[in-house]
T-cell receptor, first 115, second 114 residues
Framework: AQKITQTQPGMFVQEKEAVTLDCTYDTSDPSYGLFWYKQPSSGEMIFLIYQGSYDQQNATEGRYSLNFQKARKSANLVISASQLGDSAMYFCAMNLRGSQGNLIFGKGTKLSVKP | EAQVTQNPRYLITVTGKKLTVTCSQNMNHEYMSWYRQDPGLGLRQIYYSMNVEVTDKGDVPEGYKVSRKEKRNFPLILESPSPNQTSLYFC?????????????FGPGTRLTVL
């Protein structure tokens, strides 16, 4: 069975600094996708970034990058130049390609950006 | 603007009173699904649909029904709501483009069943 582990319940970062949110995953399937979502206090789930298991390069989307280390089964999210608006819950998720598309989510990390 | 919309955003109802949460997407995606989010349990998939008239159960389908009569709409139906269905509900729409797989979520519906 697939599993996502986020070991940091909460993190603080100073505004304008970079921060890394950890995510490890477990699957025996060779074809999968990894996702990061942001959930602000208002509740919506905002898609940030996607990494396919066969992608050779780390995904980047603006200030977000995904540090994909396949052998370690880790998919850490790096946020550069943190902003106050980055304060939110962040969820790592995965699914299997060609599957029902069911996203398996981690428990999340609450990020607080300090001015 | 590409988006997934849900209505209502907030709903308080009583046990046994049938309700429908609507979901609509304007991206022409074939795949849509419903999730619920509960403290300590995270997000869990309720139902999904691979295309029009094709639906299937997710991990927690009990007490829910869905239909997919047209591509853009995927309503979630609670025929006899119970307090354990109090939750935050999300509709999601999935896109495959080349090697990229993306799931976009609606804004969520906060449901309270008294």
């Amino acid at each position: 069975a697939q599993k996502i582990t986020q070991t940091q319940p909460g993190m603080f970062v100073q505004e304008k600094e970079a921060v890394t949110l950890d995510c490890t995953y477990d699957t025996s399937d060779p074809s999968y996708g990894l996702f990061w979502y942001k959930q602000p206090s208002s509740g919506e789930m905002i898609f940030l970034i996607y990494q396919g298991s066969y992608d050779q390069q780390n995904a980047t989307e603006g200030r977000y990058s995904l540090n994909f280390q396949k052998a370690r089964k880790s998919a850490n999210l790096v946020i550069s130049a943190s902003q106050l608006g980055d304060s939110a819950m962040y969820f790592c998720a995965m699914n299997l390609r060609g599957s029902q598309g069911n996203l398996i989510f981690g428990k999340g990390t609450k990020l607080s950006v300090k001015p | 603007e590409a988006q997934v919309t849900q209505n209502p955003r907030y709903l308080i109802t009583v046990t046994g009173k049938k309700l429908t949460v609507t979901c609509s997407q304007n991206m022409n995606h074939e795949y849509m699904s419903w999730y619920r989010q509960d403290p300590g349990l995270g997000l869990r998939q309720i139902y999904y649909s691979m295309n029009v008239e094709v639906t299937d159960k997710g991990d927690v389908p009990e007490g829910y029904k869905v239909s997919r009569k047209e591509k853009r709409n995927f309503p979630l139906i609670l025929e006899s709501p119970s307090p354990n269905q109090t939750s935050l509900y999300f509709c999601a729409s999935r896109e495959f483009r080349g090697r990229k797989d993306t799931q976009y979520f609606g804004p969520g519906t906060r449901l309270t069943v008294l």
